[in-house]
């Protein structure tokens, strides 16, 4: 029986978006063992009733539980903004989130107080971030800008296309004509067109990138408790999707950045 400290992080997400937080989990925590899972078969949730978001991701963190990990990372935006709460009222395990990572980085980069927040509809219409932001700092004034185009774009490996880069500057250009110094990557999709993004709003604007952020957290929370896993070997990842794996090994490994391993289907 191995010891708490060496269990893994389960990290969950309504799809593949959440192997970019994935990914800055194994730079930034070399030694951690991370079992993902990713509800394939019921994405997107964007368009879902809260009940049913709550209701799904209630039945993924018991199974995470079941793997007896020792913390949950909510990598989904939309179940970060709708049930955290939830979750954290069924886990016996710490519990973090992406919103709350990327809004603390936000509040920690910003120097003149205007931060702009790009996600999908679903949570940008949350008011997520804006809520999170303003605990962090209630001076920050917050513009925001839903952009549906992007996760379909990036799941097509469209990256640096001139239809992709044509459609940032269209919804940037809502956000950056408001003198924001700072700009949350509010989808774990978009880290994949940081570069593309960064070029279009200049060097002036800081990307808050929300995976790297979460890699950030977790490191904090994993000193905080004392949960740092002692072992210095390789560790073992773990994916488990609920529909195609064949499909999210090959969009997956684009979003990891390496060759994706065994994916396991999840049948409820």
């Not at 951690?32 to 709550?54: C, H, L, M, Q």
């Not at 003149?112 to 809520?131: E, L």
């Not at 110094?181 to 774990?188: E, F, H, Q, R």
Request: charged content about 20%; hydrophobic content about 45%; glycine content about 6%.
């Amino acid at each position: 029986m191995i010891s708490n400290v060496e269990n893994a992080i389960g990290v969950f997400d309504s799809g593949v978006g959440g192997l970019t937080v994935v990914r800055a989990l194994m730079e930034r925590l070399p030694f951690e063992n991370i079992v993902y899972f990713g509800d394939t078969a019921r994405v997107p949730y964007g368009v879902k009733s809260v009940e049913t978001i709550r209701t799904f991701a209630r039945e993924i963190t018991e199974f995470l539980l079941k793997k007896q990990v020792k913390m949950l990372i909510i990598a989904c935006n939309t179940m970060a903004a709708v049930a955290h709460e939830e979750i954290v009222g069924i886990s016996s395990v710490p519990v973090l989130n992406v919103i709350e990572a990327g809004a603390s980085a936000a509040a920690e980069t910003t120097r003149k107080h205007f931060v702009g927040v790009i996600g999908t509809p679903a949570t940008i219409n949350s008011n997520a971030y804006p809520r999170a932001i303003h605990r962090c700092d209630p001076r920050i004034r917050i513009f925001s800008q839903a952009c549906p185009l992007f996760v379909p774009l990036v799941e097509e490996g469209w990256l640096d296309h001139p239809v992709t880069r044509m459609t940032a500057r269209e919804y940037l250009q809502c956000v950056t004509c408001n003198d924001i110094d700072a700009l949350v990557l509010g989808c774990t999709h978009y880290p994949l067109l940081k570069p593309m993004l960064q070029e279009i709003v200049g060097s002036g604007i800081i990307l808050v990138d929300s995976a790297e952020a979460m890699a950030e957290e977790t490191a904090r929370t994993l000193t905080q408790m004392d949960l740092w896993n002692p072992a210095r070997v390789q560790p073992d990842y773990q994916f488990f999707v609920t529909d195609v794996p064949l499909r999210f090994q090959s969009i997956g490994e684009r979003f990891l950045g390496r060759a994706l391993p065994g994916v396991h289907l999840v049948k409820w």
